[in-house]
């Protein structure tokens, strides 16, 4: 039974987006237990597949539906010099392996100098295989990321690899649901990014565990695909299991004519279907939060994770300010980062800036980044890596001309790849050293081991590149 026929039968009031797209692919409910989810969509990097690979050939059984599984390598690639020999023998071995794995059993792959590689997460939307109402699901933790389209996306362990790859199906407990409303409007600079990171800040990093969260109201109607996707990228950083957005004619937009989209008479119906998918007016969430939009500031982080967050003109709480059970770990963290509470960051001088990664590596990121350098100079205390999330964003970087400005400023466009989100790559960046990165997580050693992470947006991370500190664009 199809994904609309099974939205048809079950078109009862009162339900929310999640509840939608959740029924229509439960293939059967384990009394007290999990459930047998049905899954469309699966990603698969080099850094998560190769035991479940392994564990069907020990089963001596294949993929199921090979169809709707897509592998890229992305983790372990470095972002310079991709046409020559991966040095690094363990991600030489890696990517290797995924690529004899897409091969052994029948997948689509996109390797190095693919015109189509690039982070799994990046270029699932920008092909068109990341649709509304489906359910995606991939062995990497962004996989929220594709929520913005109106899916269930989430991360699943090396196990549950093996599980979808042999049965397209996949063993989960139903999460609790959430609505986040944004109401008003953003100030002027401020983006998604920095509506994500002063959410995490109000809710903690575990504000949202055990739900999905649906993000809603003025201000998330009022951003554009590639802002939704940074929003929904960071949902697991506050503890959901992900984080989904209705789709209206901006999503819509943003998929027609995408190479793998519906096409002509499958376009008008998926259309039809796509439309119904939005919360009734009836629904009831678990859980319901409004926060108002002109309040948020451009963030930075001053921490070891997510939730430590403020904005940038403001100041590191002092001790009496945290919990008595967070004061350790909250010294702890400072003392890694080499801040004191109560201490002001903005004019703080930095050593790196990265532009990349799932969460802003997008054509629109650069176009943000590059807005901001035109006329400028990188300043010369700063290292800048600026990675585009995919070959197609690389390509149209340089069909803009963003790639003249951005040399004419003294800036060097690398090839796509994760790079210095995580220290699984040559891009690490060194001891003690500060980097101000438009990623995901600013953990201890995330970015290299001593590296100290600043968390922030495009605009942010333009400023820092252009004055070497830590700057209000």
């Given at each position: 039974?199809?994904?609309?026929?099974?939205?048809?039968?079950?078109?009862?009031?009162?339900?929310?987006?999640?509840?939608?797209?959740?029924?229509?692919?439960?293939?059967?409910?384990?009394?007290?237990?999990?459930?047998?989810?049905?899954?469309?969509?699966?990603?698969?990097?080099?850094?998560?597949?190769?035991?479940?690979?392994?564990?069907?050939?020990?089963?001596?059984?294949?993929?199921?539906?090979?169809?709707?599984?897509?592998?890229?390598?992305?983790?372990?690639?470095?972002?310079?010099?991709?046409?020559?020999?991966?040095?690094?023998?363990?991600?030489?071995?890696?990517?290797?392996?995924?690529?004899?794995?897409?091969?052994?059993?029948?997948?689509?792959?996109?390797?190095?100098?693919?015109?189509?590689?690039?982070?799994?997460?990046?270029?699932?939307?920008?092909?068109?295989?990341?649709?509304?109402?489906?359910?995606?699901?991939?062995?990497?933790?962004?996989?929220?990321?594709?929520?913005?389209?109106?899916?269930?996306?989430?991360?699943?362990?090396?196990?549950?690899?093996?599980?979808?790859?042999?049965?397209?199906?996949?063993?989960?407990?139903?999460?609790?649901?959430?609505?986040?409303?944004?109401?008003?409007?953003?100030?002027?600079?401020?983006?998604?990014?920095?509506?994500?990171?002063?959410?995490?800040?109000?809710?903690?990093?575990?504000?949202?565990?055990?739900?999905?969260?649906?993000?809603?109201?003025?201000?998330?109607?009022?951003?554009?695909?590639?802002?939704?996707?940074?929003?929904?990228?960071?949902?697991?950083?506050?503890?959901?299991?992900?984080?989904?957005?209705?789709?209206?004619?901006?999503?819509?937009?943003?998929?027609?004519?995408?190479?793998?989209?519906?096409?002509?008479?499958?376009?008008?119906?998926?259309?039809?279907?796509?439309?119904?998918?939005?919360?009734?007016?009836?629904?009831?969430?678990?859980?319901?939060?409004?926060?108002?939009?002109?309040?948020?500031?451009?963030?930075?982080?001053?921490?070891?994770?997510?939730?430590?967050?403020?904005?940038?003109?403001?100041?590191?709480?002092?001790?009496?300010?945290?919990?008595?059970?967070?004061?350790?770990?909250?010294?702890?963290?400072?003392?890694?980062?080499?801040?004191?509470?109560?201490?002001?960051?903005?004019?703080?001088?930095?050593?790196?800036?990265?532009?990349?990664?799932?969460?802003?590596?997008?054509?629109?990121?650069?176009?943000?980044?590059?807005?901001?350098?035109?006329?400028?100079?990188?300043?010369?205390?700063?290292?800048?890596?600026?990675?585009?999330?995919?070959?197609?964003?690389?390509?149209?970087?340089k069909e803009e001309g963003l790639d003249k400005v951005l040399e004419?400023?003294?800036?060097?466009?690398?090839?796509?790849?994760?790079?210095?989100?995580?220290?699984?790559?040559?891009?690490?960046?060194?001891?003690?050293?500060?980097?101000?990165?438009?990623?995901?997580?600013?953990?201890?050693?995330?970015?290299?081991?001593?590296?100290?992470?600043?968390?922030?947006?495009?605009?942010?991370?333009?400023?820092?590149?252009?004055?070497?500190?830590?700057?209000?664009?």
């Open positions: 039974m199809s994904t609309i026929e099974n939205i048809s039968q079950n078109n009862q009031k009162g339900r929310t987006l999640f509840d939608k797209v959740w029924d229509a692919h439960v293939v059967a409910t384990v009394e007290d237990g999990p459930t047998q989810l049905y899954i469309d969509r699966h990603l698969c990097h080099e850094v998560t597949s190769p035991q479940a690979f392994a564990g069907l050939r020990e089963r001596g059984i294949k993929v199921f539906r090979p169809n709707q599984t897509i592998l890229t390598a992305d983790h372990n690639i470095p972002t310079m010099g991709q046409d020559k020999p991966i040095r690094d023998e363990v991600s030489r071995f890696q990517v290797d392996t995924l690529a004899r794995n897409a091969k052994d059993f029948g997948l689509t792959y996109y390797g190095l100098k693919n015109t189509k590689n690039g982070i799994v997460h990046v270029i699932g939307p920008e092909n068109g295989y990341t649709q509304p109402g489906m359910t995606i699901v991939c062995g990497d933790s962004h996989t929220s990321t594709h929520g913005a389209f109106g899916a269930i996306a989430f991360g699943i362990g090396t196990s549950e690899v093996e599980m979808v790859l042999s049965s397209q199906c996949v063993l989960q407990t139903r999460p609790k649901t959430m609505r986040i409303n944004f109401e008003g409007k953003l100030n002027e600079g401020v983006s998604s990014k920095d509506m994500a990171l002063y959410m995490i800040w109000k809710l903690t990093m575990g504000g949202a565990t055990g739900y999905f969260v649906e993000y809603a109201g003025e201000a998330i109607r009022n951003l554009s695909m590639e802002e939704r996707m940074t929003l929904c990228n960071l949902s697991i950083e506050m503890g959901a299991r992900g984080g989904l957005i209705a789709p209206d004619d901006t999503t819509f937009n943003y998929l027609k004519d995408r190479e793998f989209a519906p096409k002509g008479e499958k376009w008008d119906e998926a259309l039809a279907y796509w439309k119904t998918l939005k919360s009734d007016d009836e629904a009831a969430f678990d859980k319901e939060i409004t926060f108002d939009a002109s309040e948020i500031k451009q963030m930075i982080t001053y921490g070891t994770n997510p939730g430590m967050g403020m904005p940038i003109d403001d100041t590191i709480p002092t001790l009496e300010e945290i919990e008595p059970s967070g004061k350790i770990s909250f010294e702890k963290s400072l003392n890694y980062m080499g801040f004191k509470a109560g201490e002001k960051l903005e004019g703080k001088s930095i050593d790196y800036v990265f532009l990349g990664s799932c969460t802003n590596g997008r054509i629109e990121d650069f176009r943000i980044f590059t807005n901001y350098i035109k006329g400028k100079k990188k300043a010369n205390n700063v290292t800048a890596w600026l990675v585009p999330g995919s070959w197609q964003v690389r390509k149209q970087i004419d400023a003294g800036f060097e466009l690398r090839e796509p790849g994760c790079s210095a989100c995580l220290a699984m790559n040559d891009d690490k960046v060194p001891a003690g050293m500060y980097a101000v990165s438009t990623s995901n997580r600013n953990f201890e050693g995330r970015q290299g081991q001593g590296a100290r992470t600043i968390l922030a947006s495009p605009l942010v991370a333009a400023a820092a590149a252009v004055n070497g500190k830590i700057t209000i664009p």
